[in-house]
């Protein structure tokens, strides 16, 4: 999966980094798993790594729909998220600055990119010149599923209970 995400606890933050080419059905397969983690807080600060990323195939259209989903993350609830996003090459960089602006437009999500790794890293408040330092130096916790419940009757049938 070229997007894997993490959870310093600690800090509490959520780490991802994307790498190689990026479509949109996996961003939103990622955004699920991350809203089904046992670590998921909604509104919890966020730095995004995408100095890896070859390709990001996205486009405006797609970006609106992203930033509805993120910020329906509960609904009912305006959830502030504090996103840092790191986006060394320019193409990319610039894909960031438009979700920032969409961003920007919309109540909820809060986005900040930057093609400065030490800039970025200091915006998102962590102490570090570089992402390494900051791997080496921080515990995370690893992307757990919650466990799903099935239902109640299947669960019978084969002699479990009603969580997996």
């Not at 933050?13 to 809203?35: K, P």
């Not at 962590?126 to 916790?141: G, H, K, V």
Request: glycine share 4%; net charge negative.
């Amino acid at each position: 999966m070229p997007i894997k995400f993490s959870t310093c606890l600690e800090r509490n933050f959520l780490f991802a980094q994307w790498s190689g080419v990026v479509t949109f059905e996996q961003i939103l397969e990622v955004f699920d798993a991350y809203r089904n983690d046992v670590h998921y807080v909604p509104g919890r600060a966020e730095f995004v790594d995408l100095s890896e990323v070859d390709d990001l195939d996205v486009n405006f259209r797609l970006m609106q729909s992203l930033l509805r989903e993120v910020n329906n993350q509960a609904p009912g609830v305006q959830v502030k998220t504090h996103t840092v996003i790191y986006a060394p090459n320019d193409v990319i960089f610039g894909l960031a600055r438009m979700y920032e602006t969409l961003a920007e437009l919309a109540e909820g999500i809060e986005v900040y990119a930057f093609t400065d790794e030490s800039e970025a890293l200091a915006h998102a408040g962590l102490p570090y010149d570089t992402i390494a330092e900051m791997q080496a130096s921080e515990r995370f916790a690893p992307a757990t599923p919650r466990e799903r419940a099935i239902p109640a009757e299947q669960a019978q049938q084969h002699g479990m209970s009603a969580r997996r």
